[in-house]
Structure formats: structure tokens, C-alpha cells
């Protein structure tokens, strides 16, 4: 094998460093312009390898890209642009709702006439067994407001008296007789006259307290009738 050395052989080039330098201002300027691709185009254009480039650039510590950092800020201003629009369809949302609360309370809650009639009966027997209260405890239990129970209690022809005004009632005419027989007693050592017009005025007082009786039994036999 001859050793003798091929004189067509390539020479290896050395560059300056003032070379070094405008290969690599070059990278970096058209990096600023275009984003990336400066160190191919320098290759090209000072015909020097791609790998040559990369170590001067990486020996001047110049960024290989100076757009690509600025990408995601773009990207993020888009997505802020677009996040209160997202934040807006809930509240759209939420006014809908008390609109379908509203038109569902204007209907109000419609009573059969055997409902009202249970209503009544049932505040009838409770005043006659407790005296009062019925009106209060029939709003409690069938959840009625008092003043609907007042107004059917009156359309039934039932006043809102207890047990206690019925036995005032009956009451009063024995209380009137009572005192006609006091008074008819007192008088009973005066003449005859004296003693026969006391006994005429008792018994007027007995016939207005049997007329009273009689109407009191009337309404509690209407009552009764009714439950």
C-alpha cells in the first residue's frame, strides 16, 4: 500500500473569529425576523456545515429562536378574551328559574265543597267539645289560612261562638226567672193584688225564658244535624 499522500485532498478551512462572529450575527438577526431556520440559511449562505454553525452559536451563547417563546402569551390572551363569555351563560340561566316560581304561586289551590264541608264540621265539633280554638286548629290541620276558615264558617251559616256563648245563653232566661220569684217571694205578705200581679209577672218570665229555651234547642238540633 503506497503512503504517499493524495495532493487533490480537500484542505480543512479555518475561519477567524471576526468570521465566527458574522455568521453568528447572522443566525440571530434573521432568527429575530423569522422565528427559527437562521442557522440553515447561514450554512447556505457562508457555505458552512450546519453542525459548524451550531457550535460558533452555541459558543457566542446566542438563542438558537426568539419568537417561539412568545407564542403561548398569544394564547393566552385569545383564551382570556374569550373566558367571560363562558362566565355570562350561567346567569342567564339562574334568571330563568324564579320566572317558573313565579307563575307556579299565582295558581292558587282550589277546595271541593266536601272539603269545605269537613273544614266546618270539624271546627263545629271542636268548639262544642273545647269551647273555642276550632278555627285555628282546622287552619293547622288541613293547612287552610284562619281567615279561609272564617269565610266558609260564615258561608255555612255557622258564627264563630263556642260552647261557652250557647251555655251564656241558656243561662240567661233561668237567671230571669230566679229573679221574678225573688221578687214575687219578697212581696208574698202583701195583699192579694200585690201577690197576683207578681205571679202574672212570673209567669210572662216563664213563658219568654221557654221561648228561649225553645230557640236555643232549635240551633243546637241544627248543629247537630249538620256534622
Known amino acids: 500500500m503506497s503512503t504517499t ?3 487533490n485532498a480537500a484542505q480543512r478551512v479555518r475561519y477567524t473569529d471576526a468570521q465566527k462572529k458574522e455568521v453568528v450575527d447572522f443566525v440571530v438577526s434573521y432568527n429575530a425576523a423569522n422565528g427559527r431556520g437562521g442557522q440553515s440559511e447561514a450554512a447556505k449562505k457562508f457555505k458552512v456545515s450546519p453542525i459548524s454553525v451550531a457550535a460558533w452559536v452555541k459558543g ?5 429562536t426568539v419568537k417561539a417563546a412568545k407564542a403561548p402569551k398569544a394564547a393566552k390572551a385569545a383564551k382570556a378574551a374569550k373566558a367571560p363569555k363562558a362566565a355570562e351563560a350561567p346567569k342567564a340561566a339562574k334568571t330563568a328559574k324564579p320566572a317558573k316560581a313565579a307563575s307556579k304561586s299565582k295558581a292558587g289551590t282550589r277546595y271541593t265543597d266536601a272539603q269545605k264541608k269537613e273544614v266546618v264540621d ?3 265539633a271542636y268548639n262544642a267539645a273545647n269551647g273555642r280554638g276550632g278555627q285555628s286548629k282546622a287552619a293547622s290541620k288541613f293547612k287552610v ?9 260564615k258561608a255555612a251559616g255557622v258564627n264563630g261562638s263556642s260552647k261557652k256563648a250557647a251555655k251564656k245563653g241558656r243561662a240567661a232566661a233561668p237567671a230571669k226567672a230566679a229573679k221574678a220569684a225573688k221578687k214575687a217571694s219578697s212581696s208574698a205578705s202583701g195583699s192579694f193584688d200585690a201577690k197576683l200581679g207578681a205571679l202574672l209577672a212570673l209567669s210572662k218570665e216563664i213563658a219568654k225564658a221557654e221561648a228561649a229555651l225553645a230557640q236555643l234547642k232549635g240551633k243546637f238540633s241544627s248543629l247537630k244535624a249538620s256534622l
Open 145 to 153: 289560612s284562619p281567615l279561609t276558615v272564617m269565610s266558609w264558617l
Open 122 to 124: 270539624f271546627t263545629v
Open 5 to 7: 499522500p493524495n495532493k
Open 60 to 64: 457566542a451563547g446566542a438563542p438558537k
